[in-house]
């Protein structure tokens, strides 16, 4: 699982071909470190189709706004570059989660 950051989310997110699934979370929230091992599976599970990353917005905050990026947990699909499409709260689980990603691959 690729670990995103203020300057490796542009080249890693924005201009990437393909699509990439980042999962917003702070090192505070509960629900978002509960998710994680959800979230590894479905990488594994998705591997070759989906790049799975995931971005600490308490080091990012501003990077996580200008994404609308309002609260957690957020997990936000991306296709070359442009956002198809998000789960937060309480439908970021897994099965919401594959729901977005099988909606649009």
């Not at 989906?50 to 996580?64: H, I, P, S, W, Y």
Request: proline share 3%; aromatic share 6%; charged share 30%.
């Amino acid at each position: 699982m690729l670990v995103l950051d203020k300057d490796n989310f542009q080249e890693n997110v924005l201009d990437t071909q393909g699509f990439v699934l980042v999962d917003f979370w702070s090192d505070g929230c509960e629900p978002c470190k509960a998710l994680m091992p959800d979230v590894e599976a479905l990488a594994d599970e998705y591997e070759g189709k989906v790049v799975f990353a995931k971005l600490n917005t308490m080091q990012a905050r501003r990077l996580a706004i200008s994404q609308r990026v309002l609260g957690l947990p957020t997990i936000i699909l991306y296709k070359d570059g442009q956002k198809l499409g998000e789960v937060t709260k309480d439908s970021a689980n897994k099965a919401g989660i594959k729901e977005l990603i099988e909606a649009h691959i």
